[in-house]
């Protein structure tokens, strides 16, 4: 087997992030799209710890990377609740949450 | 002579003077006031003062009329349509205080011309005792005055070396002064003649004076031609003798005969005076002056116009071409047969002595410079005229026709005369013929007076006062008129012991000496012509004396009433039958060339045209010899030493000598003698045929005349002729087709123009509509297509948002990475 190195890590990240772009662009749920935001950010967290391992720079056990990634994690539920209030105040709006059906800044 | 001069523009202004007079006094209002009203005569009650009721015209005021003659009078007429005059009063009545004071106005016309005759005669006595220039061409006159008009001053760069020079001036010669005695003398005689025969109660409304202004005006012009001694004022009183014929042939201006023959007889003049007018240029183009002697002068010099015989022959034949038309020479005679349709007084003045006298006394002015094919062609013409004239007063029954015919033929005469070379033989029977014509016209006016009365007492105006077959036996009741008139008969049927015999005898001899001397075609024709024209005329004449006075009156109901006529209508009768008889003109009635009127008054000039231009000579004649032995002759030899220009003359004058001498000596020639047959012959078969007892009632017919008889009784269809052609095939043809022209060709053009105009906006609006607005359009139309494209981009849906947000973050870093590179 070969040896698992850093771009095998930036590929689960490319991979996440391609998946939480095509359904923040295809779902046509709110909550959904909301999910696919969440992996977006997951996946900038993989990129981030993945960086962090497996960089060289500075002395051994560097852990800048992992801490930027519990702020990511802690931003995205933050990110989340608001996301969720907008949700929210879509669905008193327009009675639906479909977010197909929120065309009114079409011309 | 300064005084000759200065009297003769005394003498040519006093008509006119009488012309104004007669105007502006003679309550000579507009024709419009005192309106003549032409209409047919119904049958008028005529009460004592013979006013006519009349319920004709609205605007009759009043019918104050209240003359001794009958108020309804009409000109002579030609027996189809005989108008009655009523006047209508627009400007207060015509009392008798005016036509007296109209009549007596008058006078002053008459006494004028009184004073120009005395004049005149002054002159004549001065200029003719008076010597000519010595040394100089005999076709210098005696006296000449000139004022430069209009000098165009460009002697130096004019194509013929010298200045255009136009003048004005008067002569005095031999030929002019007799011509201002004619002149003066007829329209005298016919003023007086007038005073009586004009005054009818239709003039009114000042037509009485005017008529005598129209003559004073007419002798005026006639009187400037006369003493002019340059082509140009010739001209331009031409123009004006013109004008007064025409106003004086129209004076009964309301009958459409008169209006239709005053238009003819100008119409006619004026082709001639075309013809005139191309001479006059191609002398004043070549030579600079038109003063007559200064013409001579150059031409015998040698300047030819052009540099060429030829064009001086063009310019004699067409200088003559005014004469063809003034004297009514063929092919022009038409107007002057209905030229009678003016009152006999003027056609005794105009149409038989005077004015159609100036073609003569043109020829006449210009003949020095006449080449010999001009001669010739001169000859042709009066030889032509002639015979045409008299073969048509053959069968003429209107006494004034006869006349009309009478004087065409004899200027014919006396046109061949200077045609041939007998220039003093063709003056000669120019004065002869003003006194026996115009006495004659007089009296047949007196006649013609006194039928109309006639008529008139008897009410008849369907029969014409004029026609012959209405006449006969007046010389019982009219002693005098038929006196005069057969003396002036006499005359010009060339009977010796009279003027006529001798002036016509010097014409038919100067036609025999010019056949002897350049025989020809022309000249054998126009020999022959004179005597049958000579036999012509004694034949009519005196048929028209038969007709007239002898045998028993025709209409006994005309005869009744006829009376003779006053003495101030006879007196001028009386005057110019003793001028017809052989005595003012030589002291030998038999020899006219002994005689003062030929052998010193009247000379011929030199001619002035190159030696190779002149008539042909066959023989010539010994002239030196011939010079010593005629002196009294010394005027044409003599200057033939001058000039290189005798041949033709001298031998002509040889010739005509020799004639002389044939015969019987000093009683009478052979051409006399010849021309006493024919005149004899042509009194004796009018005799037979009008003059006998036996013979009456059966040469007078009012049937229409057939054959031969209707071609020379319609004049030889010369006028029908002449209606097809020129106004018919000629000038309506001409309107038609310029008439086409204008609407189709011309219009066309405005149209075609027009409906380029339309298309061409049509093709503007549409390209406007299509191709500029389109353009704007598709402006407009891409910003919108645009528009619509780019409107997809907004869906309003984040998702696309966040699709666009992604793709653009792509393509940033492609093209970083791809800039990064390249640098």
Redesign the interface.
Known sequence: MPAVGLPHFLTIGAILFSLGLFAIITRRNAVMLLMGIELILNAANVNLVAFSRYSTAGTSLMMTGQIASLFVIVLAACEAAVALAIVLNIYKRFSTINVDEVDMLRD | MDSVLQLSIVILLLPFVGFVVQLVLGKAKTPADYVIDPHESAHHDHDAHGNVADAHTADHTQHAVDVPHEPAAHAPSHGDHHYTYHVTKRRGPWTDADQTRAYRLHWIATAIMGICLALSIYVAYVTISAPAISGAPNWTPKAEASAVWYDFGDAATSAIGRAYVITLGVLADNLAAIMLVVVTLISFLVHLFSSEYMREPSMHGGRFNRFFAYLGLFTFSMLGIVIANNLLMIYIFWELVGVSSYLLIGFWYERPAPQYANKKAFIVNRVGDIGMFAGILILFTQLGTLELTKVFTMLSAGTLPYGSELWLTAAGILLFCGAIGKSAQFPLNVWLPDAMEGPTPVSALIHAATMVAAGVYLTARIFPLLTGDAMLFVAAVGGATAIIAASIALVQWDLKKVLAFSTVSQLGYMVLALGVGAYSAAIFHLVTHAMFKACLFLASGSVIHQMHHSLHHIHDHSRDPQDMRNMGGLKGKMPVTYLTTLIATLAISGVPLFSGYMSKDEILAGAWAFRNVSPGFIANAVWIVGYVVAGMTAFYMFRMVFLTFWGQPKAADIYAHIKENPRVMVGPLVVLATLSLWIPFGGNPLNPGGGWFLSSWVRTPALVAPAGAQPHVSHAAPAATHESAAPPEAGTPAEAAHGATGAFQASLEHATHELHETGIPHVASMPALMSLLVAGTGILIAFLLYGRKEAKGQQVSWAAPTGVRAFLFNRWYQDNLYEKVFPVGFSLVLMKALAWFDANVVDGIVNGVGALSVAIARFVGAFDTYVVDGLVNFLGGTAQFVGLLF?QM??????TY??YA?VGVIVLFFAVTMMASAL
Request: overall charge positive.
């Open positions: 409107r907004q869906t309003g849906r984040i998702q966040a699709a992604v």
